[in-house]
């Protein structure tokens, strides 16, 4: 069984439209997120898992729907966009007391596919999954996943691929969009119930649109911060993909960096740069202006809110530039680290980026022999490390901080290729080795940077 408890069904029907998911031909449970789905009070027999999770049964208590929202789609304002491939079952609550939704994506069509066919392939469903469970093994707030199962059916991309559908799990799907679309159609009553919905939900401490918007900017800052620290470069941070309570959502044409640099792009829809690594900061900014302009029609006194809402966004840049310094300063194993340490932590990331080297593998290997570190002969990196020597870094905090094993990008494509010839063993492996970030594996391909021939220079969406 599964204990629903459906709270954003229970909002007015202009929020969504509902709809069952599109039963497939022949579906195949190939992940399970037994953990996950103890946590959640899942208990289903193997042929209800596969029936409810390929969209094929609606189970009892559940309350399907494909949510609405608008958005800014690459700085562009998009009025009505909405879940063009998904379909939320329902809410459980989980055993820990926290909320969770319940959605299935590439389960359909819905009235808001624009036209799409509603589906996912195996490769989208695979890098959500492997991601989204690596992301949160490393303790960054986003979205689980609980399933993978393919359909029995052929999905038309750039040719014909194998269909899947990828079971996601959030502490909702809220985004700055859902909020954007009431504004832009001057519904004034939805606008008030989504927020005390979100305040509910999201924020119990905040008593107005105000401290909303507050709460919300501060969990950004503080993701994103989260997401540098890794090298995570999302790929998409629209403000339909921007989550109110600052969880890392939508995994599309998302990547980690081998080498590094600073204005890396994965995307291949991302021709300008507008979401590279080093922008994600100022985007997420953007995306907090355009949630308190939506959030703006609430407030009584209009010229008195802009000037508050002002201030309140204006706070992401301290309150991010204290989360960044709190995270590279403990990847460099500075205890205690300040603003006197960012010179310490910029020139290590410039010798890095003048030296081609692996992010990750630039911090993990601080606790090892500096003589064969990456950066080792760079002719500023003596320097350096005479100065992160005096500043007392510990090594062993260094150790405890960086992750040695990521999902890199040529091992998820590897896993994809291997799934769509129908073999998930590599997948197995590859998700084994990221859900367990600072365990060193014993195959050494996971934490191996990739060759020349093997880099993945561009990541796709799954549309």
């Known amino acids: 069984m599964i204990a629903f408890d459906n709270s954003y069904a229970r909002l007015p029907d202009r929020f969504y439209a509902k709809l069952p998911a599109t039963p497939v031909r022949a579906p195949k ?12 009070g899942i208990d289903l027999s193997a042929a209800e898992r596969l029936d409810v999770f390929s969209g094929n049964a609606v189970p ?24 063009g491939r998904a379909i ?11 909320r969770w939704d319940i959605q299935l994506k590439g389960s359909g069509p819905t009235p808001f596919s624009r036209m799409g066919d509603g589906r996912n392939w195996v490769g989208p469903a695979l890098r959500e999954y492997v991601v989204s469970e690596a992301v949160h093994a490393l303790g960054i707030p986003t979205t689980r996943a609980l399933a993978i199962t393919t359909t029995g059916e052929t999905v038309l991309r750039e040719r014909p691929l194998p269909g899947a559908v990828v079971t996601r799990v959030a502490r909702s799907h ?29 924020y119990p401490e905040a008593t107005g649109p105000a401290e909303l918007l507050a709460a919300a900017v501060a969990a950004q800052a503080k993701l ?29 044409p998302c990547a980690f960096m081998d080498a590094y640099d600073p204005g890396k792009v994965f995307s291949s829809i991302d021709q300008g740069g507008r979401y590279a690594y080093a922008n994600q900061p ?26 508050t809402f002002t201030e309140i966004v204006n706070s992401f840049a301290g309150t991010y530039q204290a989360a960044w310094i709190a995270e590279f300063g403990a990847k460099l194993g500075l205890s205690a680290p300040t603003e006197a340490d960012v010179p310490l932590i910029t020139e290590f990331l410039k010798i890095a980026a003048e030296q081609n080297a692996d992010f990750t593998l630039s911090f993990s290997t601080l ?32 150790a405890r901080t960086n992750p040695i094993v990521i999902p890199r990008n040529h091992m998820v494509e590897a896993a994809i290729a ?23 594996p014993s195959d050494p391909r996971f934490t191996t940077p990739p060759t020349a021939n093997e880099e993945v220079r561009q990541t796709f969406c799954g549309t």
């Not at 939320?88 to 926290?98: A, F, R, T, Y």
């Not at 679309?181 to 979100?198: E, K, M, N, P, S």
């Open 418 to 440: 291997s799934a769509v010839d129908d073999d998930w063993t590599p997948f197995d492996s590859l998700l084994a080795a990221v859900t367990s970030p600072f365990t060193a």
């Open 88 to 98: 939320l079952l329902g809410e459980v609550i989980g055993k820990s007391g926290q």
């Open 29 to 40: 449970l190939r992940a399970w997120n037994a953990p996950l789905a103890g946590e959640l």
């Open 174 to 202: 809220i985004r700055v969009g859902t909020f954007q679309v009431f504004t832009a159609r001057r519904d004034a009553a939805a606008l008030a119930a989504l927020t005390d919905h979100v305040i509910a939900r999201h």
């Open 224 to 252: 994103i911060a989260r997401w540098m620290g890794v090298g995570f470069i999302h790929g998409v941070m629209n403000t339909d993909n921007c989550h109110v309570a600052g969880d890392t959502i939508d995994y599309g």
């Open 367 to 398: 606790a090892d022999d500096l003589d064969a570190h990456p950066c080792a002969t760079h002719p500023e990196f003596p320097d350096w490390r005479s100065a992160w020597q005096d500043r007392g870094a510990d090594r062993a905090l260094c």
């Open 60 to 83: 009892q208590g559940a309350d399907p729907l494909a949510a609405l929202y608008a958005g800014h789609q690459f700085g562009n304002w998009n009025p009505q966009l909405g879940d």
């Open 282 to 307: 100022n985007i997420a900014a953007w995306n907090m202006a355009q949630f308190a302009t939506a959030l703006l029609p609430l407030m009584d006194n209009q010229d008195a809110a802009i000037e």
